[in-house]
């Protein structure tokens, strides 16, 4: 009887159209805190589901501001894991669909060629009204003012309470329902819709496997739940895939 690390790794082997949803947990050995860890220093007594929303950066700009170009400069000075480039590897091997809930460059910076970034992108910046906003915002202590509009510069993030974009919410539900198989990795699944990606996927009855050191919600629903660190499991899992026969 193959172990579920066996059958999964086979699994893997064998499909062609993969579907791979990652959370903050990918970028945690790359020292970028999840959302469940506690902040530190400065931040340590906020919540980020208090910060990431517009009600918040509506009360108080500057500390929603500040907040952001501190996890900008902390994802500057961080680096790629292994986790990103085994994930890089397997898209130069297969049809990868890379959905991410992160707003980190790390998966673009680690060699993944196309990223479904479905909150956004923690480097971009657009105005309240939605005027892109290309100057460098880097060293600023505070939201610039929009040159076309003059309203208040905010990151290009999803916050809580807003939508998704839709062109990316277009792209990821297109990849759920392609893909031959699902990798579901360092996602708490607690954070909607994109949670429900995984549920779709796991409701087509395609092989999915989540990789995470803890069981989620999501785990009863996953075909194989590979209890560790994406850094460590997924470097094995993809590397030995890649060398199997694919039948
Ligand atoms: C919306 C960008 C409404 C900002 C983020 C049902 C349907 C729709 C909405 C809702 C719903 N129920 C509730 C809602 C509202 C809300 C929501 O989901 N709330 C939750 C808290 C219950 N959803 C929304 O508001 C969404 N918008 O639906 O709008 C609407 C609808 C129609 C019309 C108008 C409006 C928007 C949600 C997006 C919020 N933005 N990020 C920013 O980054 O600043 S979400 C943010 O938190 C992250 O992007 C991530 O997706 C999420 C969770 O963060 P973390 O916990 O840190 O990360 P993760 O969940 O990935 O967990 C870490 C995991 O990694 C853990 O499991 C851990 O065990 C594991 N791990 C740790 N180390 C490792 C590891 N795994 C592997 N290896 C390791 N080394």
């Known amino acids: 009887m193959l172990a579920a690390y066996e059958r999964a790794t086979a699994a893997l082997a064998k499909a062609q159209n993969v579907l791979v949803l990652t959370g903050a947990g990918i970028s945690a050995a790359s020292d970028v805190p999840t959302f469940r860890d506690a902040q530190t220093g400065l931040w340590a007594k906020y919540r980020a589901e208090d910060l990431?929303?517009?009600e918040a950066f509506a009360r108080d700009p500057n500390l929603v501001?500040?907040?952001y170009q501190w996890r900008r400069q902390?994802?500057?000075e961080a680096q790629p894991n292994a986790g990103h480039y085994a994930l890089a590897s397997l898209a130069q091997a297969k049809a990868v669909s890379l959905v991410t809930q992160n707003v980190d460059d790390l998966h673009q910076?680690?060699?993944s060629p196309d990223v479904i970034a479905?909150?956004?992108a923690l480097f971009d910046n657009h105005c309240l009204n939605g005027h892109a906003y290309q100057a460098e915002t880097d060293g600023l202590e505070s939201p610039p003012e929009c040159a076309q509009c003059g309203a208040l510069v905010r990151p290009g993030v999803v916050w809580f309470g807003e939508s998704l974009p839709e062109h990316a919410l277009q792209r990821a539900d297109s990849a759920v329902r392609m893909a031959e198989l699902a990798l579901v990795v360092g996602t708490s699944s607690l954070v909607?819709?994109?949670a429900g990606f995984a549920e779709s996927a796991a409701a087509r009855g395609i092989p999915v496997i989540e990789v995470n050191p803890q069981a989620t919600p999501f785990s009863p629903q996953a075909t194989y739940h590979v209890r560790g660190l994406a850094e460590q499991v997924l470097p094995a899992l993809i590397g030995t895939a890649l060398e199997s026969p694919t039948t």
Do not use: E, I, S
């Open 52 to 54: 990431a929303t517009p």
């Open 65 to 67: 501001w500040q907040w």
């Open 74 to 76: 902390l994802v500057r």
């Open 109 to 111: 910076r680690g060699g």
């Open 118 to 120: 479905v909150h956004g």
């Open 192 to 194: 909607w819709p994109a």
